[in-house]
């Protein structure tokens, strides 16, 4: 039985006529009628008396239309109920996936989204770029935050929250003012903080002659804080590099040297009240404030110009 069939029911008793029950429900009166059928073959009893037109109820079509008539009630009850806990009561697990790139973030979006929405469990992982899309899909995760491409895979939406520059880390004092070009970083011993860079910089760094992978940041500061490698960043990241000493980033010169930061989600219209509610407080004034001051985290190993 589905409770479109008690609606049918229902305008029968209220247009004691087919035809103009179906129109009241925007069907077709084959379609109204296949639906009362579906009902009385469901519950084994004979509901409406027919002729040559409508005849009334049988006794135990009453009884049918008037529990048709309270799970209609309880139906309508229970949406309401489902409208105020979206839009007002937002309570349960929340689940918010990163890239490693994006952990900077993290703090910044869900200190405040905390006290936003105390009925919230919220928690964070970290994956890679596949991994997170995986579990969107599968809803392991309600929102994720990740590199965006300019092709979105099919089912997700994106909305971008800020673009930024990748850089080149190193103990070698650097020119701030030239961009250094993709095949010379290759050529020099790298240690990388595996996801941290997007897929078009990856890609330009898979001839790289000696590459070691971490997905530790302390390793990775312990590499570079040697002088013997370098490390390739986006700007956001840099903090993770002040233990490693005096440091000079360099800017690297195109392709790939900027990429798009955002949340990923599943296409739904509208998006659930919780992920709503975060990119509303991710596009807020104090937040956009603290995403600028995190960009900026690079600025210290600029070499100074007079």
């Not at 599968?138 to 994106?158: H, K, N, P, R, W």
């Amino acid at each position: 039985m589905i409770v479109r069939n008690f609606e049918y029911l229902l305008a029968l008793s209220k247009e004691k006529h087919f035809a103009r029950a179906a129109a009241a429900c925007s069907v077709s009166q084959p379609t109204l009628s296949a639906g009362i059928k579906q009902l009385e073959e469901d519950m084994d009893v004979l509901i409406v008396r027919r002729g040559q037109r409508f005849e009334g109820f049988t006794p135990e079509g009453e009884r049918v239309l008037a529990w048709a008539q309270q799970m209609l009630d309880d139906c309508m009850r229970l949406k309401q109920e489902l409208h105020t806990l979206r839009d007002n009561g937002m309570q349960g697990p929340f689940r918010i996936g990163m890239l490693p790139a994006t952990v900077s973030l993290a703090s910044l979006l869900s200190v405040q989204f905390a006290e936003k929405a105390p009925g919230l469990q919220i928690s964070i992982a970290t994956l890679d770029a596949a991994g997170l899309l995986q579990a969107l899909r599968q809803g392991e995760m309600d929102v994720a935050l990740s590199y965006i491409d300019d092709d979105t895979a099919e089912g997700f939406t994106t909305h971008t929250l800020y673009r930024e520059r990748i850089f080149l880390f190193s103990k070698s004092k650097q020119d701030s003012a030239t961009r250094i070009p993709w095949a010379e970083i290759a050529a020099q011993p790298l240690c990388l903080l595996r996801n941290a860079i997007p897929a078009g910089a990856a890609a330009q760094l898979k001839q790289a002659t000696k590459l070691i992978e971490t997905d530790s940041a302390e390793v990775l500061a312990a590499h570079v804080a040697t002088g013997r490698w370098s490390t390739v960043l986006p700007q956001s990241l840099a903090g993770i590099l002040h233990a490693s000493g005096p440091l000079y980033a360099r800017p690297i010169a195109k392709p790939a040297e900027q990429a798009n930061v955002g949340f990923v989600v599943l296409k739904s219209d509208p998006l659930p009240a919780a992920v709503h509610a975060l990119m509303e407080l991710a596009h807020t004034s104090q937040m956009v404030t603290s995403i600028r001051r995190m960009l900026k985290s690079h600025e210290p190993f600029l070499i100074k110009t007079a």
